[in-house]
């Protein structure tokens, strides 16, 4: 079955650490997406990737890292820089990032904590 | 003022009721438009696209009226099982960057 997987389900983190999230598709999309969601809050996006070796920051990148080294594989890195990291992170690809095939469809999240 | 503004609710309905919301977008230049579902602790999953001419799956009709600049989701006979938080999605398709999400509508339907 075609589908995201992202891992872990559940993550926790100390104060001061770097934690990588990892998000695979094999549903063959060229785009990818980072969000992230706070309680009672939309998604916010934190980077995105329209094609492999290629990303571009969000709204929120700051303290934020990505690579894109294979078009099925775009994992996020959570530096020690990111203030506020306690979040349900959610990944997501599409076709294309723009026109009509731009439909996303999502991982089933991983929630981070720091401790 | 939210690029895309929704009602948070909740909206609390009875089993079998009709219910409406809407999602109101500022941008002029949006194309595309989409309803997705949320589950309590889950992934936002793809509901329906919003097309112009407004689209119908099932007990679900999804509006666009660009002249006022919202879209609307209309749920028939609601059931137990459509309890979620609906989130509208406005893009435009210059870049992913602006693929700007609503902050949802709770829908909570009683027995």
């Known amino acids: 079955d075609g589908g995201i997987t992202q891992s872990p389900k559940y993550l926790f983190r100390k104060e001061g650490q770097n934690v990588t999230l990892s998000c695979e598709q094999n549903?063959?999309?060229?785009?990818m997406y980072w969000y992230r969601q706070d309680p009672g809050q939309g998604l916010r996006l934190i980077y995105y990737?329209?094609?492999?070796?290629?990303?571009q920051k969000g709204d929120i990148a700051e303290g934020y890292s990505v690579s894109r080294e294979k078009k099925e594989s775009f994992p996020l890195t959570v530096t020690s820089a990111q203030k506020n990291p306690t979040a349900f992170y959610l990944c997501?690809?599409?076709?294309?990032?723009?026109?009509?095939?731009?439909?996303?469809?999502f991982g089933p999240g991983t929630r981070l904590t720091v401790l | 003022r939210k690029e895309v503004e929704q009602d948070p609710g909740p909206f609390n309905v009875p089993e079998g009721a009709t219910v409406a919301f809407n999602c109101t977008y500022s941008?002029?230049?949006?194309?595309?438009f989409f309803w997705y579902r949320q589950d309590c602790r889950k992934e936002p999953k793809l509901l329906m696209s919003?097309?112009?001419s407004g689209n119908e799956d099932g007990r679900f009709t999804a509006q666009l009226n660009r002249a006022s600049q919202y879209i609307s989701l209309l749920i028939r006979d609601s059931k137990l099982s459509d309890s979620a938080t609906y989130l509208c999605?406005?893009?435009?398709?210059?870049?992913?960057?602006?693929?700007?999400f609503g902050s949802g509508t709770r829908l909570s339907i009683r027995p």
């Open positions: 997501a690809s599409s076709i294309k990032t723009s026109g009509n095939a731009n439909e996303q469809f």
């Open positions: 549903l063959n999309h060229d785009a």
């Open positions: 990737s329209q094609i492999v070796n290629d990303f």
């Open positions: 941008n002029s230049a949006s194309q595309s």
């Open positions: 919003v097309y112009s």
């Open positions: 999605v406005v893009t435009r398709y210059s870049s992913a960057s602006k693929i700007i």
